[in-house]
């Protein structure tokens, strides 16, 4: 069984940095495709990158060039560097798998950027 938590959220200003981490309580190299995705108020979950195993790499559109996904196995550890951050990044991030897995949805983690 994997259980996932998120950090590393925070109040950021637009233009500022962050790294979330998600640590895993299992094995998490046994997880082909991990993913970050956020919920914005209001709006439906996305997915907002996945990296394989093998790093194969996607990025949604509207991070592509900002965010970067990497993945620690040996850590059982997933990191998000975001960069140039937006107003419209503030969302919950939440780790999980893709497909995602319903029983590994943690609570998240609140980013808020700021204009």
């Known amino acids: 069984q994997v259980q996932l938590v998120e950090s590393g959220g925070g109040l950021v200003q637009a233009g500022g940095s962050l790294r979330l981490s998600c640590a895993a309580s299992g094995n998490i190299f046994s997880i082909n495709v991990m993913g970050w995705y956020r919920q914005a108020p209001g709006k439906q979950r996305e997915l907002v990158a996945t990296?394989?195993?093998?790093?194969?790499?996607y990025y949604a559109d509207s991070v592509k060039g900002r965010f970067t996904i990497s993945r620690d196995n040996a850590k059982n550890t997933v990191y998000l560097q975001m960069n140039s951050l937006k107003p419209e990044d503030t969302a919950v991030y939440y780790c999980?798998?893709?497909?995602?897995?319903?029983?590994?949805w943690g609570q998240g983690t609140q980013v808020t950027v700021s204009s």
């Open positions: 999980n798998s893709w497909p995602v897995r319903y029983d590994y």
């Open positions: 990296m394989s195993r093998s790093g194969i790499l």
